[in-house]
């Protein structure tokens, strides 16, 4: 059999097993997994000797060119990707981002256009804000290839919460059309009622941010969709969790025989609320905030049992200029953190390497369980023959300090920044074309395809 490439050598990372071997690509797609496989040319083959050869991993979670407080996230479809490449993303689902006055089916064609730059693989999610009725648009963006569908609890000074009759209306029309609801899950009044009090005493420092946004209104909203979700019968995903009771309430809802998934971001696993308290604490503004050490700790227990099924980076960035306008001002700066570059080192580093995670549950986790739950699986997330050629060749053993002038993200500003991690990718391919090289992007601009995703797997 005559392949395009073979990769020759590599612990190669399939399904719950490990085992030394080599993958055959041909024509975009995986043509062979076995040992001793011959390519055309030494020039086409790639050592994988030492490496583990995983499925391209995909952040199920994204905001390139995201407008957000009368700014826009500072990462477009083609440097976020470009820099996705570099921490082996091959596939990222974004979001729309409608006008008031547009449908559904509108917003999705609208935001494929800004997409086109992209150099991997793209879908989105659909951003709904309220739900009146819309039942021919689920259906519409369904057709495009549009499967799932993002709510808010929240942010209701700027009408993008859903309220809680139309949720439940839109969990049981979603879940009888096969789709899933993806929800942001904090309680809107707890967070007006907080932040109104911090303005008017003054309080509009950083370090004031977990309190206007506390850890209950987190888990108040996750159980409440929760059983607004089971009533339904919906199919949910709860988005970026972050807290002790929340992990609690997805275990008991699970329990509970709904369909039912979570996530949560590597900045929730590594980081706690101290970071507020440094010089310049503001720029590592994001929502939900940053926790404490008692959430961190359940949130890897919940990732190592199964309880939460995926980790996804939210990937929101901006330039510190962005963020000092509002250094005083904590209610007002753009929220958001780069990630999407860095999180398969920072997993892998904090979670395999420290005995967290085993390698195959780490490949689950940003790869083959995000497929699966939002339609992508089989072409996405496995190693399996006849399947999209979306390969890593990750080596455990390269590190690097973390520093944002040597990342590709389009910041100057990086959360982890003088962080020494190991394992990075050595080679990636995208659709059996490679399309990083030691260090070096090889792929080109617009190179990425929009994929119409399945119902169910």
Not at 41 to 66: F, K, Q, W
Not at 155 to 161: K, Q, V
Not at 251 to 274: A, F, H, N, V, W
Not at 293 to 301: F, I, K, T, Y
């Amino acid at each position: 059999m005559k392949f395009d490439y073979v990769i020759k050598g590599g612990k190669v990372v399939s399904g719950r097993e490990t085992f030394v071997g080599d993958i055959g690509i041909g024509e975009g797609k995986i043509r062979a997994v076995g040992k001793d496989l011959k390519g055309p040319t030494s020039e086409r083959t790639y050592d994988a000797r030492d490496c583990y050869v995983m499925p391209g991993i995909i952040d199920s979670h994204t905001h390139m060119n995201l407008p957000v407080s009368g700014t826009v996230s500072s990462d477009n479809f083609f440097t976020g990707g470009r820099a996705g490449v570099h921490g082996g993303v091959t596939t990222i689902i974004d979001f729309t981002t409608p006008e008031p006055s547009q449908s559904l089916p509108e917003a999705i064609k609208s935001r494929k256009e800004e997409a086109m730059d992209c150099p991997i693989d793209f879908s989105f999610h659909g951003t709904l804000y309220g739900f009146d009725s819309k039942k021919p648009e689920i259906q519409e963006a369904i057709k495009l290839g549009v499967t799932s569908f993002k709510f808010f609890t929240a942010y209701g000074e700027s009408n993008r919460r859903t309220p809680d009759g139309e949720l439940f209306n839109a969990f049981r029309e979603i879940g009888e059309l096969g789709g899933i609801s993806m929800i942001h899950c904090e309680n809107d009044e707890i967070i007006r009622h907080r932040r109104k009090e911090l303005s008017s005493s003054g309080k509009k420092t950083i370090e004031y941010h977990p309190e206007s946004r506390p850890d209950f209104s987190e888990s108040e909203a996750v159980g409440k969709v929760i059983h607004l979700g089971k009533k339904a019968s919906g199919r949910l995903h709860l988005a970026h969790l972050t807290t002790e009771e929340s992990v609690e309430l997805l275990r008991e809802g699970k329990r509970s025989g709904i369909d039912l998934s979570g996530e949560t971001c590597p900045q929730y696993l590594l980081m706690t609320e101290t970071a507020y308290e440094e010089e310049n604490g503001h720029r590592y503004a994001a929502t939900p905030p940053l926790r404490q050490d008692a959430d961190r700790n359940a949130l890897w227990s919940g990732l190592e049992s199964g309880v939460i099924n995926s980790i996804a980076t939210d990937h929101c960035p901006f330039q510190n200029k962005q963020k000092d306008e509002f250094k005083n001002d904590f209610l007002n700066i753009p929220q958001g953190l780069p990630g999407i570059e860095t999180m398969s080192s920072l997993i892998f580093s904090e979670g395999v390497r420290r005995d967290r995670l085993s390698i195959e549950r780490m490949v689950e986790l940003i790869s083959t369980n995000p497929a699966k739950r939002f339609g992508l699986h089989p072409d996405k997330g496995s190693l399996t023959v006849g399947t999209d050629a979306d390969v890593v060749v990750f080596d455990p053993n390269k590190s690097k300090t973390i520093e944002a002038k040597n990342l590709h993200m389009n910041t100057d500003f990086n959360p982890y920044t003088g962080k020494t991690t190991y394992g990075w990718p050595r080679f990636v391919f995208s659709r059996g074309t490679p399309i990083l090289e030691d260090d070096q992007f090889v792929g080109r601009r617009g190179s990425g395809k929009w994929i119409s995703r399945k119902l169910k797997d």
